[in-house]
């Protein structure tokens, strides 16, 4: 995905991976360094979400 999107994705792939492991798993972060990984995460899912839609139908460019 990151060849597709760019380096932003490798970045925002670590803040999801950092969220859930110490968010989640270990329980060791405030709501606010939630709040500050979730534009970057959200961007994420979106861009991929767009991209596979892409990919399946290309005339949607």
Known sequence: MSEKLGEWFTTAW?????????????????????????????????ETIRLVKTSQNPRNG
Do not use: C, Q, S
């Open 14 to 46: 670590d803040d999801a991976n950092y969220l859930h492991v110490w968010g989640f798993h270990e329980e060791k972060l405030d709501p606010e360094a939630v709040r500050t990984r979730l534009p970057y995460i959200e961007r994420m899912v979106n």
